[in-house]
């Protein structure tokens, strides 16, 4: 029975390794409230994924300057068991705000929204572009 558990539990923990695969690599996100961009790469962090700002970009698609360029901008996230979905944190510099985060994987994008702790506060963060 013990040995049944365990093969269990490895097999939970590898199926949630798999789907968060899904979401490693780089993304595009959607233009902020000020038009601008920007890419963020998305690793395993432990047992969770975690994403970083490694470029900027001005609405007219050219690479800016930020102060934001290598911050950590999603954390401990984590698949759910649901199709394509994912849970965590996220922190969105056109508003400097932290947000519970929730990213569903469409197609070839990733959807993303959140809502300040509490959850009085809910935004839309767009559809991201997978760059690779």
């Known amino acids: 029975m013990r040995k049944l558990m365990l093969g269990v539990v490895a097999l939970v923990a590898m199926t949630g390794a798999a789907m968060a695969d899904d979401l490693i690599g780089d993304w595009r996100t959607a233009p902020d409230d000020n038009g601008n961009t920007g890419l963020i790469r998305i690793t395993q962090c432990g047992a ?20 934001n360029v290598g911050r ?19 922190y969105s510099p056109d508003r400097d705000r932290e947000y519970r985060s929730r990213l569903q994987r469409t197609g070839n994008g990733v959807s ?8 009085a506060v809910c935004r839309e963060g767009g559809t991201w572009q997978r760059v690779n």
């Open 112 to 119: 993303v929204s959140g809502c300040v702790m509490g959850g």
């Open 72 to 90: 950590q901008i999603i954390w401990d996230t984590n698949p759910t068991g649901t199709a394509g979905e994912y849970r965590g944190m996220l």
């Open 48 to 67: 969770s994924l975690c994403g970083t700002l490694i470029q900027a970009f001005d609405p007219s698609g050219a690479q800016m300057q930020s102060p």
